[in-house]
């Protein structure tokens, strides 16, 4: 049954008087089971609420609320009876490659259908029976977020190290023909599902569209502790090339039949290849930015869109401004800038911080470290008077980023002021001239890992309300 960990502050539980250790046992009637169950039961207007208090007393609730008004509280599991965890062995997976003195959150896989619907995690399927793809089928739980990595089902249950793994196309074929949508990915490992064997995915997925609206190519990501492990290495420029006249090929055929370019390749392919990224019509509807699918086409169309807007004059005298990124981003970062080099007044410093945590194949913002920015700024900022951190460095909500670094040991060890600006357009050019009051709240992200390994796409039809705040989720399959 659902366990109530917190009730916020001004919420419709605690109107209800209810507190942590309480149990739901059932909504109008309905005995809930899991989080399906319990939003499903959330979204009436008019509730019963059965509810077992911490001290055994049970009482039933009546309540009107509007339809996207959740209860206000915070769950001991996020899927109510426990998260499905993973139980494959895949040959690439980024949670085998984390120290294992990070905390607790960062080394659960999940594996759970339930939260690739409800919030967006890509999941391999390997764990679910018929019985559950029906249960799909019979709730519309579409759409979801389905990790591929190859149709070929016994490089499939190699890869993935799960005999059950090579029932992947008929799976997706019978949510495909009851009429769920999915978004699916290829994490793409030198040797393995590149080539050919990426053609046949490709071929494979394609006719299933628009059930199949999506497909992302996305690189391996690799980190430096990967003893014991098989052995994988990261894709060289050349081959990241390779990958994107593949994935361009592949578009140019499937664009006069799918009236969409269908499958795409990752900003990450770009930037080892050196090359621009595409225009917004490549990216179709941009369904798996957060996969790292368009970021940089969507950041470059933002800003010329703002930069009429963008205040040409400092609120202040002088200003001498440190802006951190990681390598993958440091050339976008300082185009943009330049835009800004004739400002009077305004000094600004890009600081590329290399990953030294996880190691310098690891080139995305989201996983740069406190100590790492730390170690490569000390010394460094004569002059700068501000430190700009993109949000998207830190824990959901916190001012913590992967290594329990807060955002004010930042501040005491660099003696320095630091602002967190959203990781936008908008963030970049309104931080960077000092206007951070024009900024919008900081934005929210489902996984510090969205870059690496398994990935996480926000999805789910449901008002964005009706959800109960889930504790941190981490990247797994």
Not at 423 to 439: D, E, K, N, R
Request: glycine share 6%; aromatic share 6%.
């Amino acid at each position: 049954m659902p366990k109530i960990t917190r009730v916020h502050p001004g919420s419709l539980a605690e109107e209800l008087e209810l507190a942590p250790g309480d149990e739901i046992v059932r909504i109008n009637g309905q005995r809930i089971k899991d989080i399906v169950d319990l939003q499903f039961a959330l979204a009436a207007e008019e509730l019963e609420i059965e509810v077992r208090k911490a001290n055994g007393e049970v009482w039933v609730l009546e309540v009107e609320k509007g339809y996207d008004e959740g209860l206000g509280v915070d769950w001991e599991y996020p899927t109510v009876d426990r998260i499905r965890l993973c139980h494959n062995k895949c040959v690439f997976c980024f949670v085998d490659q984390i120290p294992g003195n990070m905390r607790q959150t960062l080394n659960v896989r999940d594996d759970d259908y339930r939260l690739s619907f409800l919030h967006g995690n890509f999941v391999t399927l390997t764990n679910v029976k018929d019985e559950e793809l029906q249960r799909i089928v019979d709730l519309r739980m579409s759409p979801l977020n389905i990790s591929v990595h190859t149709t070929n089902p016994e490089l499939r249950v190699r890869m993935l190290g799960n005999k059950r793994s090579g029932e992947i196309m008929r799976q997706i074929r019978f949510l495909a023909e009851h009429g769920i949508e999915m978004n699916t990915q290829v994490v793409l490992c030198p040797g393995w599902n590149d080539g050919a064997e990426l053609d046949r995915t490709i071929a494979d997925l394609y006719p299933l569209y628009p059930a199949v609206r999506t497909l992302s190519v996305v690189p391996v990501g690799l980190t430096k502790h990967r003893r014991g492990l098989h052995k994988l290495r990261p894709f060289t420029p050349e081959e990241a090339r390779q990958v994107v006249a593949q994935v361009d090929m592949w578009q140019e055929k499937l664009r006069p039949i799918l009236h969409a370019s269908f499958v795409h390749a990752a900003d990450e392919f770009y930037v080892l290849a050196d090359l621009d990224v595409p225009p917004s019509s490549y990216y179709d509807e941009f369904a798996q930015t957060e996969n790292g699918v368009g970021v940089i086409r969507r950041f470059l169309d933002e800003l010329e869109e703002i930069w009429p807007h963008v205040p040409r004059a400092l609120p202040v005298p002088q200003r001498s401004v440190g802006v951190v990124t990681a390598v993958s981003a440091e050339k976008v970062i300082r185009q943009s800038l330049r835009r800004l080099a004739h400002v009077p007044g305004l000094r600004i410093e890009v600081f590329p911080v290399r990953n030294d945590f996880y190691g310098h194949h690891v080139t995305v913002t989201g996983l740069l470290t406190g100590q790492d920015i730390v170690r490569q700024l000390q010394g460094r900022l004569n002059g700068i008077d501000t430190l700009l951190l993109p949000d998207i460095l830190l824990k959901d909500d916190e001012d913590v980023l992967l290594d329990d670094y807060t955002v004010d040991q930042i501040r005491s060890e660099l003696n320095i002021s630091v602002t967190v600006v959203p990781a936008t357009a908008t963030g970049l050019m309104y931080g960077v001239m000092g206007y951070t009051q024009s900024l919008p709240p900081r934005r929210r992200y489902e996984a510090t890992l969205r870059m690496m390994g398994e990935r996480m796409v926000p999805g789910g039809p449901w008002p964005a309300a009706s959800f109960e705040r889930m504790p941190e989720q981490q990247v797994g399959g």
